[in-house]
């Protein structure tokens, strides 16, 4: 098996004469925590989608774990990726249990019993009592929420996690305990992880290598330690002015 997670081969992105990703290559290799950070229309969320599928580049390809996607049944391929995005966005009318059972029921089929194996592994895992099991998501608090929608991104034990902003519409404390169960998750289970942020000392914070994106070309890929010791352009710089400066001190 390659030791390539991901891959993306010359990819391009135009909506009409709007070129939004020119000419991208990237690898990440199993077990990487990849945080992607950039401002608003860098191509952040656009580099993510196209990973599971739901959008899909006008030009390359991408290969998920060697397979071009081009050419892997695209309903498979989401069961088997997680994906965890701001706000929960949970199914109202289902209860905890059956949101974070929903793709372990379809890929178990009638297995009941390993179906609810995961449902109390993963609820144990993101830090939620199991009286929980039975309520609805406007019965919970926006922290937990959000830890039921990870349970489910999660619940089918996929080897790649994309989260895109998955923290970004709670408070700050919330926010602080997440961030620290994920790298918990992803220390137990060395999934794959992309995470698009907005938050410059979260994507530092979290991530094995930092991905800086700016109008859809790759500014610098590197560890959170080289990007604020060799930032390497003026964009990076200024992106991550506050932190050089706190490591300066």
């Known amino acids: ?9 010359n990819i391009g992105m135009s909506y009409g004469n709007n070129e939004i990703i020119k000419d991208f290559n990237l690898k990440i290799k199993n077990g990487e925590f990849i945080t992607v950070l950039g401002t608003s229309g ?4 656009t580099i993510l989608k196209m990973i599971n599928g739901l959008i899909i580049p006008t030009e ?4 998920i774990h060697g397979e071009n996607i081009r050419n892997k049944d695209i309903v498979k391929l989401r069961r088997n990726i997680g994906y965890s995005i701001q706000g929960s966005v949970l199914f109202p009318n289902m209860t905890v249990r059956e949101n974070i059972a929903y793709v372990p029921n379809l890929l178990n089929k009638s297995d009941r019993e390993r179906t609810n194996q995961a449902v109390e592994k993963w609820m144990n895992i993101v830090g939620l009592d199991r009286d929980l099991l039975q309520r609805y998501p406007d019965e919970l608090s926006g922290g937990q929420q959000q830890r039921v929608g990870i349970a489910r991104s999660l619940a089918a034990s996929p080897d790649i996690l994309l989260m895109d902003e998955p923290f970004g519409s709670v408070d700050e404390i919330t926010r602080y305990s997440l961030q620290k169960e994920i790298l918990e998750i992803h220390k137990k289970t060395n999934i794959t992880v992309l995470f698009v942020t907005h938050d410059v000392n979260e994507a530092l914070t979290l991530a094995s290598k930092v991905l800086i994106m700016d ?3 790759i500014e610098q890929f590197a560890t959170p330690e080289e990007i604020i010791k060799s930032p390497a352009s003026n964009y990076v710089k200024g992106l991550i002015k506050k932190e050089i400066k706190a490591y300066n001190k």
């Open 1 to 9: 098996m390659t030791n390539t997670a991901i891959e993306y081969k």
């Open 42 to 45: 860098s191509g952040k969320t």
């Open 60 to 63: 390359g390809d991408i290969y």
């Open 215 to 217: 109008k859809g070309k």
